[in-house]
């Protein structure tokens, strides 16, 4: 065989090779993509096949309709305007006595000289005024008209709207805060798994400095610093504390899956590090970031309930399932309990729930119930 027709033989030998590894590539994408649709189809199918998930999705649904109506203002726009006497009673309980209900302060009908008083309390030329807005409100709550069920809190406001925007806030606060942890947990577990070397040895440092202390602690320690009390601010200080976890289980499933062979094949065809690390891998291990994410919407807001309890969350001038419950410590001693009972109850069943629902979504996705 002469020179010039083993050249074309090596040629057409060439693009045979080319077409075949094409043809072979673009097979594997299809196959890749149809086991990703068929796992996240069983895994529903599994997760939605008992009657628990399913409830569990409509009390979700609940929730969710009413904090993002909240949001937009179509219910408990006015949480905080004053419809009742002080402590009002709750409509099943309204023929109940309620003693400190009453106004407390003097009159101008009570006191023939009020200057004296005037002159060390500046509203006492306003007590005349709010003595007969209580009386207006005791002769219209007469009626068993069911418009507020729950009672009022101590300034008269209607519990029922007060328990709507509190699940509002502490809702938004837990997602947006464990989605943020998720990401930087994330980002920071595919860069140590995927590098190695220097690179995992000081995200590692990193891990240990931020698990060195209890978390509570130091997420107090971080809000005492921060001097911009705000609901952003409980976010970001949620969300940069509790990446942790998610950082140690990312960065085991990366170490895991650098090896495998369908990424020395995206090393083989010139992908570069952030293709591999974030087209390849990340949507291997995306099932366990779901399950992350719903674990921590769970624990962040039980985390702003305690810090909003101590005085570190939430600010009082807002309103969240911590703030009512650190607002009724000094209530229950005057046998005010349905501020309490409303915020625990609510609060109780969406985390409940969503605890269930969790793990309904990690036995769902779990690879052993996948081969099951």
């Known amino acids: 065989m002469s020179n010039h027709q083993g050249f074309w033989v090596r040629v057409l030998l060439w693009a045979g090779a080319m077409g075949f590894m094409s043809g072979g590539s673009k097979s594997s994408k299809d196959l890749n993509m149809s086991n990703s649709q068929g796992f996240w189809a069983q895994a529903m199918r599994r997760l939605f096949s008992g009657w628990l998930a399913r409830a569990c999705v409509l009390i979700l649904l609940v929730f969710l309709a009413a904090t993002l109506a909240g949001w937009v203002g179509l219910i408990a726009n006015n949480w905080d305007e004053p419809i009742a006497v002080s402590y009002a009673n709750p409509d099943f309980m309204k023929d109940a006595p309620n003693p400190q209900g009453e106004s407390s302060r003097l009159t101008y009908e009570k006191l023939e000289i009020d200057d004296a008083l005037r002159s060390v309390d500046p509203l006492a030329a306003n007590y005349g005024k709010f003595d007969e807005a209580e009386k207006q409100y005791h002769q219209e709550e007469k009626p068993l008209d069911w418009s507020r069920p729950l009672g009022a809190d101590k300034q008269g406001r209607d519990v029922v709207d007060k328990v709507i925007k509190a699940s509002q806030v502490s809702i938004t606060v837990g997602v947006l805060a464990a989605l943020l942890a998720v990401i930087i947990g994330t980002f920071l577990g595919a860069m ?168 309904l979504l990690r036995d769902a996705l779990d690879p052993k119930a996948r081969r099951k």
């Open 192 to 359: 140590a798994g995927y590098f190695g070397g220097m690179v995992d040895a000081a995200l590692e440092w990193l891990y240990s400095v931020f698990t060195a202390m209890p978390y509570i602690l130091l997420v107090m320690a971080i809000a005492s610093i921060v001097r911009t009390p705000g609901i952003s601010t409980v976010i970001f200080i949620l969300g940069v504390t509790g990446w942790t976890g998610t950082y140690r289980l990312i960065r085991s499933e990366y170490v895991k899956q650098r090896g495998r062979e369908y990424i020395q094949a995206a090393n083989a065809i010139g992908a570069s590090n952030s293709r591999r690390m974030f087209v390849h891998i990340l949507p291997n291990v995306s099932h366990l970031m779901l399950v992350q994410l719903s674990q921590l919407v769970v624990d962040f807001i039980k985390s702003e309930v305690v810090l909003s309890f101590l005085g570190f969350g939430v600010p009082t001038s807002s309103v969240s399932w911590g703030v009512m419950i650190s607002e009724v410590r000094a209530e229950l001693v005057l046998g005010k309990w349905w501020q309490l009972a409303a915020a625990a109850g609510v609060m109780s069943l969406f985390v409940v729930t969503f605890g269930l629902f969790t793990d």
